[in-house]
């Protein structure tokens, strides 16, 4: 089975920083996905983590501890656009599994 | 490159009446298409699993003679509501893994289903 928690709601001050965390438990796990959601709109990729480690990809950093069942997505220098939901999704045998996410609001 | 796309975006219609959506994958092939659905403020939800020239496998809980899949080449799948009722009023996401090797799913844009 699966179990996937985050936040449901976190909010920040543009030009900050943020870190989101997720805890899974899933069966036959093969790596970890982030997503971003605006409203209305389908996910976007962020980033993909299937060994333990930081992966860096510009203002946007993704942390994985296959052990611990955790993983966070850091995003630095804020901006307004980056208002939407953040979606946490373990991978197992192609299938992608979505979490609630968690919805990031930015402050000017 | 990598684009998927769905028709059509929205689309509006009476209780008791069938819905197909597509879902195409414009520069690349697919022989795996996945469907979510998602309700407000819910997570996406895998419906099923959508393999070209196979039967589709259906997530636990979802009638597979309600929402019929149909993944008849490489680079369509169709989703039919059959019988739609106001409760299957949702947003319906494909999503397309390339033949290729790709561990990333790329997304079609979505469409709103809304049932009278």
């Known amino acids: 089975g699966q179990n996937i928690d985050q936040p449901t709601e976190m909010t920040a001050t543009e030009g900050a920083i943020v870190q989101i965390n997720c805890t899974y438990q899933t069966s036959g796990f093969n790596g970890l996905f982030w997503y971003q959601q605006h409203a209305g709109e389908a996910p976007t990729f962020l980033s993909y983590n299937v060994l333990d480690g930081l992966e860096e990809k510009g203002r946007f950093s993704s942390f994985l501890s296959r052990s611990k069942g955790y993983s966070y997505l850091l995003l630095k220098e804020l901006q307004m656009k980056d208002s939407a939901s953040y979606l946490c999704?373990?991978?197992?045998?192609?299938?992608?599994?979505f979490g609630k996410g968690t919805r990031l609001h930015i402050l000017p | 490159g990598a684009v998927v796309s769905q028709h059509p975006s929205w689309v509006i219609c009476k209780s008791g009446t069938s819905v197909k959506i597509e879902c195409r994958s414009l520069?690349?092939?697919?022989?795996?298409m996945f469907w979510y659905r998602q309700f407000p403020k819910q997570s996406l939800m895998l419906m099923a699993t959508?393999?070209?020239?196979?039967?589709?496998?259906?997530e636990q809980g979802v009638e597979k003679d309600k929402f019929l899949i149909n993944h008849a080449s490489l680079t369509l799948s169709t989703l039919t509501v059959t019988s739609a009722h106001p409760e299957d009023s949702s947003f319906y996401i494909c999503?397309?893994?390339?033949?290729?090797?790709?561990?990333?799913?790329?997304f079609g844009p979505g469409t709103r289903l809304t049932v009278l």
């Open positions: 999503s397309a893994l390339p033949t290729s090797g790709s561990y990333e799913q790329f």
């Open positions: 999704a373990p991978s197992r045998d192609d299938k992608i599994i």
């Open positions: 959508s393999n070209e020239g196979s039967k589709a496998t259906y």
């Open positions: 520069d690349f092939q697919a022989t795996t």
